[in-house]
């Protein structure tokens, strides 16, 4: 069984940063790929960022946060992190990492393949 634990949300001004923590648990096999999501109040739940540790594998952001997030992983931790720079208030969200295996990083973010694991969630609020 897979467990993920989001950490460092929470309140900023806009143009601030803040980094997000993803702490797995379990099958290090069952989380080849990992990524971050958000939902906002109203919308649909978005992929921002997906990484995978197949060789080659291309990481995938969302065209929105190209430039300003960076999504990296600490494999000896069994971490992921969202570093989010230059943050504005249209990125103010629940945040949610998600994992599977077998699939592409842009098939997960765009959730065409469905995550096998999540997180409960981590908010993310930026004023303007």
């Known amino acids: 069984q897979v467990q993920l634990v989001e950490s460092g949300g929470g309140l900023v001004q806009a143009g601030e940063s803040l980094r997000l923590s993803c702490a797995a648990s379990?099958?290090?096999?069952?989380?080849?790929?990992m990524g971050w999501f958000r939902q906002a109040p109203g919308k649909a739940r978005e992929g921002v960022a997906c990484?995978?540790?197949?060789?080659?594998?291309?990481?995938y952001y969302i065209d929105s946060v190209k430039g300003r997030f960076s999504i990296s992983r600490d494999s000896a931790r069994n971490t992921v992190y969202l570093q989010m720079d230059r943050l504005t208030a249209d990125d103010t969200a629940a945040y949610y990492c998600?994992?599977?295996?077998?699939?592409?990083?842009?098939?997960?973010?765009?959730?065409?393949?469905?995550?096998?694991?999540w997180g409960q969630g981590t908010q993310v609020t930026v004023s303007s």
């Open positions: 998600a994992a599977r295996r077998f699939t592409t990083t842009q098939a997960l973010c765009t959730l065409s393949s469905d995550p096998n694991y």
């Open positions: 990484l995978s540790t197949y060789y080659g594998a291309p990481t």
């Open positions: 379990g099958s290090r096999w069952s989380i080849q790929l």
